[in-house]
């Protein structure tokens, strides 16, 4: 467990409007809820997409992501509760276990598959897409692995665990301290009613998603299942979050890229010309 430095906000962001996640389904039959979807890409900058998937029932996750390939952004895949197995065209094959988290950059392009393997018949987890940069679209493919027990941890002074995938928080450094995008990505626990700041820089892109319980955020009440977009202004230092009773969420938040977006699929470039070449690399054989 690491020494938090205490912080508390000066200015809190607030919320800026909320947003109800849409269940669907994604590879091969497995139930998610897609919570930030195409339409918010530009408001949420660089994040792309954030699903997240969780079941008692095998028969809504088993059949899991067969082989299918990404180019030009990162995925992260946080698991709450069970296993992931991956394995990608770069030779890369790995088990992220329950608190676990894979960081894979498909750069250039990969193809991977990530099947569930069953904990007690749970299965609970987030993936973010994170997009790249122009310049690095084209990347060689790269991936790790971090063990739940090797992600930074920290219980503040009012008794709230903060798990920090990314980024930092009270002092305490990621899993994944820095990249492209110098992302926040942050597990709050709440075991009981509290309270925690939380620092963000200004001009970060931001949201928070509540997998139980209920929060306020920023002086605006957030129920379970919703993702509550941030307000990005220069004047606030970070965001305060209350609990009345036992409540989880994620915080997550990046520099915006500024740059244009074209999507197809699960490939993500900056123009039309880019994609229509990423289909066709794929298609020749030409992926990592």
């Keep these: 467990m690491n020494t938090p430095t205490p912080f508390r906000v000066s200015r809190?962001?607030?919320v800026e409007r909320l947003v109800a996640g849409m269940p669907t389904q994604d590879g091969a039959g497995v139930k998610l809820v897609r919570v930030l979807t195409q339409d918010l890409q530009r408001r949420l900058d660089p994040f792309l997409m954030l699903d997240n998937f969780g079941s008692e029932n095998?028969?809504?996750?088993?059949?899991?992501?067969?082989d299918h390939p990404h180019r030009g952004f990162?995925?992260?895949?946080?698991?709450?509760?069970?296993c992931m197995r991956h394995r990608d065209s770069v030779g890369n094959e790995g088990l992220i276990n329950s608190g676990g988290v894979q960081w894979m950059t498909a750069g250039r392009g990969i193809i991977h598959s990530e099947m569930p393997e069953q904990q007690d018949g749970l299965m609970e987890g987030f993936q973010l897409w994170v997009n790249l940069p122009s310049n690095l679209k084209m990347t060689q493919?790269?991936?790790r692995d971090i063990p739940g027990g090797q992600v930074p941890e920290f219980v503040s002074a009012e008794g709230v665990r903060v798990r920090v995938v990314?980024?930092?928080?009270?002092?305490v450094a990621g899993a994944v301290p820095e990249g492209t995008v110098d992302p926040v990505f942050l597990d709050l626990h709440f075991d009981s009613p509290g309270s925690i700041d939380i620092e963000l820089p200004a001009g970060h892109n931001g949201l928070v998603y509540v997998y139980r319980g209920g929060l306020s955020v920023g002086g605006s009440p957030v129920p379970h299942q919703r993702m509550a977009v941030l307000e990005t202004?220069?004047?606030?230092?970070?965001?305060?979050?209350?609990?009345e009773a036992p409540s989880r969420?994620?915080?997550?938040?990046?520099r915006p890229l500024n740059e244009p977006i074209a999507q197809y699929g699960p490939f993500v470039m900056n123009t039309r010309d880019e994609l229509m070449?990423?289909?066709r690399d794929y298609q020749s054989g030409n992926f990592a």
């Design 233 to 243: 202004r220069p004047d606030a230092d970070g965001v305060r979050f209350i609990a």
């Design 12 to 14: 809190s962001r607030g």
């Design 74 to 82: 990162e995925t992260v895949t946080y698991m709450l509760t069970g």
């Design 249 to 254: 969420a994620v915080l997550i938040a990046g």
């Design 58 to 66: 095998p028969g809504d996750y088993i059949a899991g992501f067969p």
């Design 166 to 171: 990314a980024g930092h928080a009270h002092g």
């Design 141 to 143: 493919p790269g991936w």
């Design 277 to 279: 070449q990423a289909v």
